[in-house]
């Protein structure tokens, strides 16, 4: 069974910073493409990050550019989102998704975690 | 990248179908066969219920199908059942190789 198991959320203060990880389990992990999505309460979804199998190719939403770093532990099954200058808009639960093929971009999403909360507000 | 347009509502009573439109640009929708379609009950994950335009994933009732007309994408649930009421998101991949959703589609049933 696929599973993903996202931690480190929380309360943070306007211009923080906050480290999200991901464990995952049931699926070679080293095989495939990793997203993170956000969903602000209330609102719809945002697709934040992608990276691939390798970490050969990266990509970020417009909004998070320059303030989000996506990485991932092969040898750990484990993905990360470092999160720094966080403003209030980033308010939402986080979710890591599993990206349905493992080429070089986000194709959609087959198997989500059950989110974690970041909150930013002084 | 901006949204993709869907309706904010859509309803209907047990047994008929409804249809939710996903329209996006020639950057996406309208130039790869990479839509898909989730549902998300209140304070769940969403899940997957068609990829690629019109396939559904194992497990998946057959009363779920989908299709695309040059940027825009429908989802069509048939038969329609009270555990269908939730939300709906689109979902296309982009000619910048990101991923872009749609806004979102409450489905009553009424």
């Known amino acids: 069974e696929v599973q993903l198991v996202e931690s480190g959320g929380g309360l943070v203060k306007p211009g923080g910073s906050l480290r999200l990880s991901c464990a995952t389990s049931g699926f070679t992990f080293s095989s495939y493409s990793l997203n993170w999505v956000r969903q602000a309460p209330g609102k719809g979804l945002e697709w934040v990050s992608l990276?691939?199998?390798?970490?050969?190719?990266?990509y970020y939403a417009d909004s998070v550019k320059g303030r989000f770093t996506i990485s991932r532990d092969n040898a750990k099954n484990s993905l990360y989102l470092q999160m720094n200058s966080l403003r209030a808009e980033d308010t939402a639960l986080y979710y890591c998704?599993?990206?349905?093929?493992?080429?070089?971009?986000?194709?959609?999403?087959?198997?989500w975690g059950q989110g974690t909360l970041v909150t930013v507000s002084s | 990248q901006s949204a993709l347009t869907q309706p904010a509502s859509v309803s209907g009573s047990p047994g008929q179908s409804i249809t939710i439109s996903c329209t996006g640009t020639s950057s996406d929708v309208g130039r790869y066969n990479y839509v898909s379609w989730y549902r998300q009950h209140p304070g769940r994950a969403p899940k997957l219920v068609i990829f690629?335009?019109?396939n559904r994933p194992s497990g998946i009732s057959n009363r779920f199908s989908g299709s695309k007309s040059g940027n825009t994408a429908s989802l069509t649930i048939s038969g329609l059942q009270a555990e269908d009421e939730a939300d709906y998101y689109c979902s296309s991949y982009t000619i910048s190789s990101t991923l872009v959703f749609g806004g979102g589609t409450k489905l009553t049933v009424l």
């Open positions: 690629d335009v019109n």
């Open positions: 998704a599993r990206d349905r093929l493992s080429n070089s971009g986000s194709y959609g999403i087959d198997y």
């Open positions: 990276i691939s199998s390798g970490s050969n190719f990266i």
